[in-house]
């Protein structure tokens, strides 16, 4: 099973900017523990790399591509900035913009540009029957 681990979800620079998106997404995936307590047996729990040039729309895809995070259809496309306050967004949205504008992001996390991959909080969690 493929999930996101609530725990590592504040590895992303965008905790930075909108921490009510990370706060969203934490109540919405069970904790990691809880999962592996439902599956039963034994269990693994690896972290997945996600590359660089990610196509899927999910907000690590962009570790790597922050303007995307200012184009509205692209928030739109993912369900967790639907529970987070618009004022919030629109806050850290500017404040983004900003960044990018100054340099001030490239400056603090520009080495994701040319990183290959992000593991950030993607996981696979793989059970056996015990």
């Known amino acids: 099973m493929q999930t996101f681990d609530g725990d590592a979800l504040d590895l992303l620079w965008l905790a930075d900017y909108v921490p009510e998106l ?7 995936f069970p ?12 269990s693994t729990v690896t972290p997945v790399p996600v590359p660089a040039d ?4 999910f907000t690590e895809a ?6 995307r995070f200012l184009d509205p259809a692209v928030r739109q496309s993912q369900s967790a900035w639907g529970f987070v306050e618009e004022a919030a967004i629109e806050r850290g949205v500017a404040r983004l913009r900003a960044d990018l504008d100054s ?7 520009g080495a994701l540009r040319t990183q290959p991959e992000f593991t950030g909080s ?4 793989t059970a056996q029957p015990g």
């Open 22 to 28: 990370i706060t969203a997404e934490r109540q919405r």
């Open 31 to 42: 904790a990691i523990r809880h999962i592996r307590e439902v599956l039963g047996g034994t």
């Open 54 to 57: 990610c196509v899927d729309g």
């Open 62 to 67: 962009f570790f790597a591509r922050p303007e």
């Open 103 to 109: 340099g001030a992001w490239d400056r603090r996390y």
């Open 122 to 125: 993607l996981r696979l969690i």
